[in-house]
């Protein structure tokens, strides 16, 4: 199943379409390439409703500010909880911050 067919199949041929210009990291500055796209997760336990959507306050993250992203992360991170994230989740929805693989790990 591809869940994302706007960034192309999750295969070698990924390099072609993750570009500098499609698919550079959010963060205000960084030149990088991102390594993720940020997704939000968030799954409320009275009403069963499921939420797994892209993360429009930050949609792309590069690795090193993926790995900031998570160590700076404050909150508890049980079911339903709002998480302050330095770089995702600028709204403050109730969930998580995910992160999908878009470069193969040896790149970036
Ligand atoms: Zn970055």
């Known amino acids: 199943m591809r ?8 295969a070698l041929t990924q390099s072609a379409v993750v ?14 390439l ?7 997760y968030d799954f409320e ?3 069963g409703t499921v939420r797994f959507e892209a993360d429009v306050s930050c949609p792309y993250l590069c690795r090193e500010h993926a790995a ?3 160590v700076q992360a404050r909150g508890d991170r049980g079911t339903h909880a709002r998480v302050v994230y330095p770089y ?4 403050g ?16």
Do not use: K, Q, W
């Open 68 to 70: 900031d992203n998570e």
């Open 45 to 47: 336990p009275i009403g």
């Open 34 to 40: 991102a390594a993720y796209r940020v997704m939000l």
């Open 93 to 108: 929805e109730h969930g998580v911050s995910l992160y999908l693989d878009l470069l193969p790990a040896d790149t970036a």
């Open 19 to 32: 570009t500098h210009e499609t698919h550079r990291c959010t963060v205000d500055g960084c030149p990088n």
């Open 3 to 10: 869940v994302f067919p706007e960034d192309g199949p999750l």
């Open 88 to 91: 995702t989740n600028r709204g």
